[in-house]
């Protein structure tokens, strides 16, 4: 098996991430996909490529193609079998089968995303993926994680330091101070019609 930095990395390689694609494969996923994405992408001009880091087997992307058809999308993906899901999705994508913290950016992407992975990684990761989502970018960066004033860990199914939640948001906007935040808003999952798992999301823009 390949040798990777943190046992998080390993954790989503391995058995669990497995896993956790046969929970998470269903049309519902997409249009509650659709009905965030909806709300992120209103009055955004100009997208003409979107990149996912930690993009699973792509119920995000394909909710941001349907809103964004002419749209290039790329994924990077650790997991072998989800990425062997995206290689069979009809949309064109360009796949990048590694981990984020391994990721050199080739060009930039008019819009960069992530959602629900931040949480999963090694804190002590996180400035070099906030840079590296930062270098993605040629303008907006989304992300959509669990926010928590201040950092705490939550155990994750049994599993212990492979969540956390903290002000992700919050932390970028420190980092980099030419990000503005163009919009914020929270999914929660007893919505009745479109629910996601509790995330809240950011939209920055690089100005
Ligand atoms: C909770 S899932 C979220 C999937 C997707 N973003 C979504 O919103 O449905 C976390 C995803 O990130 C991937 N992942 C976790 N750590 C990663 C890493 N270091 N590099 C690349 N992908 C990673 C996992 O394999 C999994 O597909």
Known sequence: MKKYKTEQERFWAGQFGDEYIKRNDNEAIIASNI????KILDGIKNVESVIEFGANIGLNLIAVKSLLPNTEISAIEINQKAVLELQQLSEKITIYHKSILDFIPEYKRDFV???GVLIHLDPNCLQDVYDKLYQTSNRYICIAEYYNPVPVEISYRGHEGKLFKRDYAGEMLEKFKDLSLIKYGFA??????FPQDDLTWFLFEKK
Do not use: C
């Open 35 to 38: 009905a965030m994405f909806s």
């Open 113 to 115: 995303l992530i959602k």
């Open 188 to 193: 929660y999952h007893r919505d009745p019609s």
